[in-house]
């Protein structure tokens, strides 16, 4: 099956071309979904690797064979988006947001192959690591897909040009007053 998602790092990508914050939020934002998705996987396995039917652990099992793969695609998504604004020096700032996320997103993948890995094996005491190792790739999920979201939340915001805001316009004045009348007023039935 094809995939259809669009590249981070497509030519056409306004970030990949020298694009502003508003271009890195989007791109962490895709990423930051990615990381959702991941973070559900995750999830899911650990609930289905702790039933005791054989078929709900195979399920389990398979689920995390999928987040390896999610998780491999989204560490080199990282980096490469993370290349891609070094090779350009687009932002210092957002690649230093980046590299937390990079080594998180590589532990996360480090986790789910581990887990992976030894849910495949036969000794109940490797499926018991394994399922040890989904638990811990779900934490790291967790604290990525937060991470990511933070971090968007870090580019969204556009800093404000103070020197183009005149002290003594009118139409500003008029704003803040109205702003703060319906602000001071009571609320119906509030008392």
Do not use: C
Request: charged letters at 25%; zero cysteines.
């Amino acid at each position: 099956m094809a995939d259809t998602r669009p590249s981070p790092l497509a030519p056409a990508a306004p970030l990949a071309a020298g694009g502003d914050a508003p271009d890195a939020a989007h791109h962490l934002r895709q990423l930051g979904a990615r990381a959702h998705q991941l973070r559900a996987a995750t999830r899911a396995a650990d609930h289905y690797t702790a039933q005791d039917q054989a078929t709900e652990r195979d399920t389990g099992s398979w689920l995390m064979s999928s987040a390896v793969g999610l998780a491999a695609e989204l560490a080199a998504d990282l980096d490469g988006l993370a290349r891609a604004i070094k090779e350009r020096q687009a932002d210092a700032a957002l690649l230093a947001r980046l590299s937390p996320l990079r080594v998180r997103t590589h532990q996360l993948h480090a986790a789910a192959k581990a887990a992976d890995h030894f849910l495949d094996q036969d000794s109940r005491e490797d499926q018991d690591t394994g399922s040890w190792l989904v638990a811990t790739a779900h934490a790291l999920a967790v604290k990525l897909a937060a991470e990511m979201d933070d971090s968007v939340a870090d580019v969204r915001r556009s800093p404000v040009n103070k020197a183009a805001v005149e002290v003594h316009d009118p139409a500003l004045a008029r704003r803040v007053a109205a702003a703060t009348a319906t602000a001071s007023t009571p609320l119906r039935g509030a008392a």
